[in-house]
């Protein structure tokens, strides 16, 4: 089903791939965190790449005729997974950049109150 | 009693000055603090040379954000009463003394101040007043706490609810769903009558287009409010 050929285009493009996310977390450009969803599903295309046979056995236990569309049912549902994650650590940084930003306006005023005091005794 | 009025504003510069001297004049005894949520004109500039007292947003928080911020000042400067103004000139300050009379005397944590009540001054428009309407009803049905004017900008609360709303503040369009929040936590909500104004200056910030998102998303965030009961 799989030819030899774009079973080794497809290993490089991953290996590429995963390369470029390690390189980014060792350059601190990208969270481990973050990052380790990405892996893991570099880590599983890349089993299946070297294991062409596997992906015909897990589509026939999922009931899925052709191995193609399970592939494509799989990667949208990841996608979907990642997204969602996405939405909810951007809910919780909001939330985190608000309580910042509020506690810095509080301490400015407070700063400039304690300013005003200093300058008034030294009058 | 110590008492402070919140002013939040996002550029006011034509208007700030006036809205304090309106509170200085006519609200005897009150404190007060603007928060300037990262305006891009001069609100801050002029706030400083007119020596007023204003806290300073480093980003755009949204009028939720820059609200909780006052209130939040407000509760930890250990005020009794904290109110919401708004700095484009719709509110009255001389209103606000009699409110805090009238939370004094009576058992209330949140004081709103009503256009509906008395129906003298600026009344909206006919479209806005239909989806006040439609807001007061929905909030009647799940609360069962009647509510004549449930976007109103102008509410006095005591220690209690500035605490809830030091914590969690709605972020966008923050009024029916606050009012809505903490009467799920059992606190007392009543109105009072006042007169408001057209603003002056500004517009306002449910544009045309933002009323559709407006109505689906407060009608939303209510239901959701009703939910966590």
Known sequence: MMTAKIQIIIGIILIVALMAIINMIRKRRLELKYALSWLV??????????????????SRILGIWAPVNMIFFLGFCFSLMIIFVLTVTLSRMSERVRKLSQAVALNEEKIEELMKELSEEAS | MKSIVIIPAYNEEKSIVKTVNDIKENAKGFDYVIVNDCSTDRTLEICKENNLCVLNLPIN???????????????????????????????????????????????????????????????????????????????????????????????????????????????????????????????????YPVVMREREEGVSSISPIRSVYYMIKVTLAILVEALRR
């Open chain 2, 61 to 191: 928080l949204g009028i939720g954000g820059a609200v909780q911020t006052g209130y939040l000042y407000a509760y930890k400067n250990g005020y009794d009463y904290a109110v919401q103004f708004d700095g484009d000139g719709q509110h009255d300050a001389k209103f606000l003394g009699e409110m805090r009379d009238y939370m004094e005397s009576h058992d209330v944590d949140l004081l709103i101040g009503s256009r509906f009540i008395e129906k003298e001054g600026f009344q909206s428009s006919g479209l806005r007043r239909f989806g006040i309407k439609y807001f007061s009803h929905l909030i009647k049905l799940l609360t069962g706490v009647r509510i004549t004017d449930p976007t109103s900008g102008m509410r006095m609360a005591n220690r209690s609810v500035m605490e809830i709303y030091a914590n969690c503040y709605p972020k966008d369009y923050p009024e029916p769903e606050s009012a809505v929040a903490i009467l799920n936590v059992g606190k007392k909500i009543e109105e």
């Open chain 1, 41 to 58: 599903a570099i880590a599983f295309v890349l089993v299946l790449d070297c294991f062409p046979s596997l992906l015909n056995k897990i």
